[in-house]
C-alpha cells in the first residue's frame, strides 16, 4: 500500500533494479514498474507496483532507471514510447545505472528538452548489499533535482554522496568500480599462489578480512573465492563494461592506467574462455588457477 502519497516510476528491473524498487514499495511509495522484458515485473507486482506497459505512459512526477549500459540510457529516451515521449513526462529523472558521462549529457540534453531535471545517482553495491539497506548512492545534477531525489534516495539506500552539478557521479563510480575490479584480480592471484604454495583459500581469505585491507567487500565474496559460490551479483561482462568505460575516460585525458588496463585483459581473457559464462565476476579465480595449472575445488569446512 502507498503509505506515503508518493509516486514514481521504475524503468528497468533487472537483478539491481528489482531489489532498489523493491525497498521503495517497502517505505510505502507507489511504483509504476516497466522492464523491456515484461516477465520480469512481476515479483514487484506481487510486491504492490502497478505494471507500466510504458515509460511514457507514467503520470509519476519522479522517473528512476536502472538499466544495463549505455544503449540501454539511450533508448529509454529514444524510444517513440519513451520516457520523454508521454502527455506528462516526469520533472524529475533518477539514474542510477553506471554509464559514461557522455550517455548521461545526452540524457540530460534530451530531458532539459522537456523541462526534465536529469539526476545521475549511480551505486555501490550489489542485490544482497540493497536488500540489506547498505547501497550507497553517489549523486549529482541540478541541485533542485538532486533535492527532490534525495529523500526517495534514502528509502532505497542508507548514503547519498553529493559529487557535483553535472555528471561527476558518473566519474565516482567508475573509479569506484575499476579499484573493485583490480582488487578482485588481485585476490585471485593472492589466493592462487596460495593454493600453489599448500594454503587454503579459507585460510587466506580469514587473514586478509581481519586485516588492514580486510572490507565488507572482501568478507562478501569470501563465499564466491572460497566455496566457489559464483551465482552472479554481478557479472563478468558488466565489470569490464564499467572498466572500458572507466579506460575511455582515461583515453581522453591522457591518464595513464597501467593496472586498470592490464585487468581489462583478464576480464577479456574470462569472458573469452567461457570460464565465467553465467557467474559472478568472482570468477576470475577459476582464470587464474586455469592458467597455474592447479585444480581448484570448492572448499568446505
Ligand atoms: N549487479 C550489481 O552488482 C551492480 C552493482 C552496481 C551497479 N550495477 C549497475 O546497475 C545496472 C544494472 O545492472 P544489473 O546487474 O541489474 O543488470 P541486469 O540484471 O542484467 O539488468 C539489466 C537491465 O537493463 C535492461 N536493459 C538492457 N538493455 C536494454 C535496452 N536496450 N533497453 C531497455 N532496457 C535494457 C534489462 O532489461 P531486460 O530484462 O529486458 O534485458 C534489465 O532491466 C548496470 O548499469 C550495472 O553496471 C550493477
Redesign the pocket.
Known sequence: MNQTNQRVSWL??????EAMAERLLAGGVGVQAW???PD?VAGLVAAGATLLASPALSDAPVAFS????D??LD??WQADDGILAGARPPDVWVD????SPAASQRAADAAAARDVAFVCA??????LVVRSGNLIFAVSGPPAGVATATPLLRHIGRAVHVAGRGHEARVVKLCTNLVLAVLTQALAEALVLGQSHGVRRAALMEFINDSAIGSPFTRYKTDAFVRLDLEP??TPE?QR??LRLALRLAAEHEVPMGVSSATEVEFSRLVASGLGEGLDFASLVLLAARDAGIAIEPEHD
Not at 12 to 17: A, K, L, S
Open positions: 528497468g528491473v533487472g537483478r539491481m533494479g522492464n523491456r522484458s520480469k536502472m538499466v544495463l549500459n544503449e540501454a533508448a529509454l542510477c545505472s553506471t554509464v549511480p551505486v555501490s553495491g550489489n542485490p551479483a554481478f558488466g563494461k564499467d
